[in-house]
């Protein structure tokens, strides 16, 4: 079976209609800000395809772009001016920063209730602690994915490659919370496939190309590949698709997989906060 992302964000994609309406009945009109510093490509393009993305829904959203060469001190400046904004209620850092910024010090100089990514430490902390916060956007759209085709998680053996505190680290912990036993695998794990072919739940996300093989995969697990790669002039993701598709007994493709559901997770936790924060006004 293909677990479709986009079939998936379609239905995400209604209900967000009909959220946001509700909202500018109410003349309650989100804004997403949008920080891009220097000039990295691939910053530029997932911005302004972000910026199209949030426009669809004719929501606000302003890209506010920075010289490589701006100093740490002077952007963490930026980002209080936009906490101070009672305009905008959502702030997304594209990374990767330039080298002499530290991105732990950006990420956490935004207010955790704009912390559209969910990054700060403010957030992570809560997702540890089983807290209602914002969850950083990838592993909110493969949980997304799970419970939209009904997976059951609880008590299952689910196995994460990689650890990063974007993906990896913060799905296991949202993992966790739903009761399954999980395994985070990484660069250092050894024995690697045995740690795979005990998966009940796989999901990949370590950007290497075809890098799941149909050997590494139980019959009938579940398989969720977050990887994004270019391998000769195609996207792929981390699994070998076509292969480990006859041995899972679900899969994501890609593209049209967790990709396709993060971008509308993006929008949907943007209004959520404007949701909890008119909620919290008229209470």
Request: proline share 4%; charged share 30%; with cysteine.
């Amino acid at each position: 079976m293909i677990l479709d992302g986009k079939k998936v964000a379609n239905e995400l994609k209604e209900n967000l209609f009909k959220r946001i309406d509700a909202l500018k009945k109410n003349k309650i009109f989100p804004c997403l800000s949008i920080v891009l510093v220097g000039n990295n490509p691939a910053s530029q393009m997932y911005s302004s395809f972000l910026s199209k993305t949030v426009k669809k829904y004719d929501l606000d959203v302003r890209v506010h772009e920075y010289s490589e060469n701006i100093l740490e001190n002077e952007l963490v400046l930026e980002i209080k001016k936009l906490n101070e904004d009672e305009n905008v209620d959502g702030i997304l850092i594209m990374m990767p920063l330039p080298k002499h910024i530290s991105e732990e010090k950006i990420i956490d100089t935004i207010l955790p209730e704009k912390d559209i990514d969910g990054l700060t430490t403010v957030n992570i902390g809560s997702i540890v602690k089983n807290k209602d916060c914002l969850c950083p956007c990838t592993p909110k759209a493969v949980m997304t994915i799970l419970e939209s085709y009904k997976v059951d998680i609880e008590g299952k053996d689910v196995v994460v490659l990689g650890r990063s505190a974007v993906v990896g680290k913060t799905l296991a912990l949202m993992l966790l919370n739903k009761n399954a036993t999980v395994t985070v695998c990484h660069s250092k794990t050894r024995n690697l496939k045995d740690k795979t072919l005990n998966a009940d739940i796989l999901i990949s996300a370590i950007g290497k190309p075809h890098y799941v093989k149909e050997d590494m995969v139980k019959k009938d697990a579940i398989v969720i590949d977050v990887g994004i790669n270019k391998l000769n002039g195609k996207t792929v993701g981390d699994v070998d698709y076509e292969k480990v598709e006859k041995t899972a007994r679900a899969i994501t493709p890609v593209p049209g997989g967790v990709g396709s559901v993060t971008t509308t997770v993006v929008v949907d936790t943007l209004v959520s906060v404007v949701e909890k924060k008119f909620l919290h006004k008229k209470g």
